[in-house]
């Protein structure tokens, strides 16, 4: 997950040629039991040896943990983390998958957005679906997150994180000012507070954080799933060109013109001194959200809190989800049955999700977990907060988290958005014509991918 305000969404790269869908998937009895490992990568002193890339920082201080962890199951196991770049990452393995795995690490973190690129033709991935039957944790996880790696009923990666999204507020400046945002239940009743605490270039919320040019496709994403659509439909389809697509739409822009939302973005440092010098005193998404607010302005330490998203229209619910990483074992690893241990000491025990959480404040996606009292323990996120339980907070909206749905072109939307965003940001296209041709765009990139294959 990505990153100058809310984590950036990674570059589009060059999809899989080839077009035929994966069959290949292993029955659950061509799984080895863990730890007869005849393959698996050894040194001269007959130690083993997992490698595994991730893209974000703070993955890789949580892996650390679990690395200490899997060692007193494992002592002759060891664990290389690697910290690589985002696109360099899936550019590097999508040349290693094309050429014979070749250099393949055993495990692999896959942004959820990334993931549609290898879902066309051979999926280089092992499916987890025997590992997790045999033993028993077929129904363990968020059936929504697990929605995002899976392909013709077969899942390839474990969620990180249950994503639930919240409001996030300076609590003292709302508090100064006399508004209780707790009791603003709908996004108008809040709207028509906040008018009181913007102008002189103060707003609440900064602007739509997907690109530099003032995209808005983020929060149009978050929204539209809180109002009970998506980009994609749960059958694979269109879904954004909708009712709920429409009504999004709308309400970014009546924040840009009653001044709630800046129109301006601000790259990198100047991004946050913005939140430093108060001209933003709010922001809604993820739990991962806090970790980037907590990290890039710790001068404001104890003076935000939480409360659930405010509602919207008929369908709306508290929350929404964004982003979202899958844990996954390559195709071609040589220590399969090492790997999905580590995976499962990772991704599938409630004691590492706790530290999970405690360590990147991620609010787990594992069901057996959402009860645990270390989740509601102090952290460096929860004194941001001045105290409050995260994860009360969190462990209630995840309960209404809508889905996030996924299809192999999903990517290419936002290439379809971006054709049409400068027409509509200078008003000439109404909400309703930019999304109608934001669809029949997209329509003709998916005919021209399906064309060559």
Known sequence: ???????????????????????????????????NQADAKTDDKGSKKLTLWVFAEAHKRFYEAVKEEFKKKQPNVEVDINLMD?????????????????????????????????????IPFEPLDPYLKRDNLSEVMSKGRQALYTVNDKQYGI???ATASALYYRKDVFDQAGINVAELKTWDQFTEQAKKLVGDKKYIFPPSPATKTNSEQTYFELLIKQEGGDIVTTKGEIGFNSPEGVTALKRMNNWEKDGIMDKNFYDGPAFWDQYKKGNYIAAFGPDWWVNQLADNVPDLSGKWAAVPIPLGGAKSVPTSVWGGTGLMVSKFAKNKDLAWEFMKTAQLTPEMSVKRFQIVNLFPALLTSVNEKGLHEQSKYTKYFNGQDLGELYGKLVAVAPNQNQAWWRALFTQAWDKFKFDYAEGKLTPEQFLQKVEEELKQQIKKQEASG
């Open 86 to 122: 985002g696109n360099a990452l899936v550019d590097k393995y999508t040349i290693i998958a094309k050429s014979g795995g070749e250099g393949s690490p055993d495990l692999i973190d896959i942004e959820q957005g990334q993931f549609p690129k290898f879902i066309r033709g051979d």
């Open 1 to 35: 997950m990505k990153k100058s305000g809310f984590i950036v969404l990674v570059g589009l790269l060059v999809f899989l040629s080839a077009c035929t869908p994966n069959v290949g998937a292993p029955e659950a009895n061509d799984v080895k039991p863990a730890g």
């Open 159 to 161: 969620e990180h994180a």
